[in-house]
């Protein structure tokens, strides 16, 4: 295992405030999303955005590496953004070969040129637990290994792998906690034997009513568990990330806590269950308002500056792409101005790194 070469990585994703853009939503969640502003649910339309996100003008500024999802990975923009770099594209091959086909620049490569590190979902999606009602395990280890040399041939430098966790009657199930737990380490293991860096995000669900306590529990169970087996595993916590859920009450509870308070219990539970040399800490936005998502993050950033012993920063998804995807709306005379929403987010969420994060940046 190559650590240097994944500790080099961890420290290009997060230098100088940067954060990762999740812009992995499988084929089936892409078009939900899309569904509910009267998006087509189509290939061309899913690619469309995606080539709206990866072309955003400075995006490389605040955000150090990009999720990708297969169907991702392997498209190309309708037209050429760049001059340059399509030029660059089409006589990449020796053969004079155009694989990159008509004026199409593969978004790899469009990432890549401004500097910003690419990233894979690796797993296969979430499948019912046998035996155990509403719980759910994650799939994709078959084939892993050679799935995930493809994508570092391709230039991909670290990968991401899901699990989740309702929180609701009698659920999770240290069963359920156990099994994803297990399958997390291994996966995470492969990818540093791949030279790719792991995210190891273990999600604890906002659906529901329960209080900021019983997320709390939740969280530091399936916390302490998942890090127990990437100990048994081997996973060198060095060269990995981890993403956890921030510690907040569920969207349907009554009593919703201050910005203050979910920075207090987040921040206090990472320190007594996330081992000090683990790479870096990215969260997940989870249902989280953009603002919301902002905030949180920079009360960690500003309250706890010299207590935190891993980068504290941000791998969103809903929270930087909805505003832009709302004004977008699949509609090419929205790119600029959806661009320009994307870029803002991504920039407030820099901010939210330094603990610089204010509501007043909002206009
Ligand atoms: P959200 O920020 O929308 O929760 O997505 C993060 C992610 O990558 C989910 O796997």
């Not at 760049?82 to 004026?103: I, T, V």
Request: proline share 4%.
């Amino acid at each position: 295992m190559d650590l240097q070469k994944l500790t080099k990585t961890v420290q290009e994703l997060f230098d100088n405030g940067k954060g990762i853009l999740a812009m992995d939503e499988s084929t089936q969640n892409c078009n939900k999303r899309f569904a509910k502003l009267g998006i087509k649910e189509t290939e061309e339309s899913r690619r469309a955005w995606r080539e709206l996100i990866i072309t955003t003008p400075n995006l490389a500024e605040c955000i150090g590496g990009l999720i990708l999802y297969d169907e991702t990975i392997r498209q190309k923009t309708a037209l050429a953004h760049n001059a340059s770099s399509a030029r660059n594209a089409l006589r990449s091959d020796a053969d004079g070969h155009n694989d990159a086909g008509g004026d199409g620049v593969p978004f790899i490569k469009v990432i890549t040129d401004v500097g910003i590190i690419l990233g894979i979902k690796v797993d296969e999606g979430l499948k019912d637990m046998d035996g155990h009602p509403n719980e759910k395990v994650t799939k994709g280890l078959d084939g892993l290994a050679g799935r995930l040399k493809e994508y570092y041939d391709m230039g991909a430098r670290f990968a991401k792998w899901r699990a989740a966790f309702t929180i609701g009657s009698n659920i999770p199930t240290q069963d359920c906690i156990n099994e994803n737990a297990k399958i997390l380490a291994e996966y995470a293991l492969v990818c540093q034997e791949a030279g790719i860096v792991p995210i190891v995000e273990p999600e604890v669900l906002m659906d529901g009513s329960h209080t900021i306590e019983k997320c709390q529990q939740v969280t530091k169970e399936v916390l302490q568990t998942v890090f127990k087996e990437l100990t048994v595993k081997g996973v060198v916590f060095e060269g990995m990330i981890l993403k956890p859920n921030m510690v907040v009450p569920g969207l349907a509870c009554p009593a919703q806590n201050s910005v203050d308070e979910v920075a207090d219990a987040t921040v206090k539970l990472l320190i007594e269950v996330v081992p000090a040399n683990v790479a870096g800490v990215a969260f997940l936005s989870g249902g989280q308002s953009s603002e919301l998502a902002s905030a949180h993050l920079s009360a960690m950033n500003a309250n706890y500056k010299k207590r935190l012993p891993w980068p504290v920063t941000f791998s969103y998804s809903r929270a930087i792409q909805y505003p832009a995807l709302e004004i977008w709306q699949g509609n090419d005379k929205n790119i600029v101005a959806a661009q320009k929403s994307l870029y803002h987010r991504a920039k407030l969420n820099q901010a939210a790194c330094r603990g610089e994060y204010n509501i007043e940046m909002e206009k």
